[in-house]
């Protein structure tokens, strides 16, 4: 079960919101697909985007997007209209080691992998 863990960072002058995703059981390597189609864009294109992506990471990321928008508008009190993907990347989590039976006795080992994706948004800056 995927699991949300919500923080709050601010840096002199420039603030920023995120979110992250932890335990998403997904592997890492095709969320990354996902996640590089909307780096750096601005969220309100980042989710169009990811609305008509046909892959099973795009609702996830779509997700933990929309709770960073929340955090950004609820904890910093930024306008969600003039947010942007300033950071956005997927670590690997704990992978799940399962056993598939093969011929003549022989086990193959299968790896259910997982990921954490961080979402950090940012105001784009007036000029």
């Given at each position: 079960?995927?699991?949300?863990?919500?923080?709050?960072?601010?840096?002199?002058?420039?603030?920023?919101?995120?979110?992250?995703?932890?335990?998403?059981?997904?592997?890492?390597?095709?969320?990354?697909?996902?996640?590089?189609?909307?780096?750096?864009?601005?969220?309100?294109?980042?989710?169009?985007?990811?609305?008509?992506?046909?892959?099973?990471?795009?609702?996830?990321?779509?997700?933990?997007?929309?709770s960073a928008v929340a955090?950004?508008?609820?904890?910093?009190?930024?306008n969600p209209n003039n947010?942007?993907?300033?950071?956005?990347?997927?670590?690997?989590?704990?992978?799940?080691?399962?056993?598939?039976?093969?011929?003549?006795?022989?086990?193959?080992?299968?790896?259910?992998?997982?990921?954490?994706?961080?979402?950090?948004?940012?105001?784009?800056?007036?000029?």
């Open positions: 079960m995927a699991e949300k863990v919500e923080e709050k960072v601010e840096k002199e002058g420039v603030s920023e919101a995120r979110a992250i995703a932890r335990y998403v059981r997904i592997a890492p390597r095709k969320v990354r697909l996902v996640v590089d189609l909307i780096r750096g864009k601005h969220v309100a294109e980042a989710l169009a985007i990811l609305r008509h992506t046909p892959k099973a990471a795009s609702p996830v990321v779509e997700k933990v997007l929309n955090n950004a508008a609820h904890n910093y009190n930024m947010l942007y993907i300033s950071k956005i990347y997927v670590d690997e989590g704990p992978t799940l080691k399962r056993y598939r039976p093969r011929a003549m006795g022989r086990a193959s080992r299968i790896n259910k992998r997982t990921s954490h994706i961080t979402v950090v948004v940012s105001e784009k800056k007036e000029g």
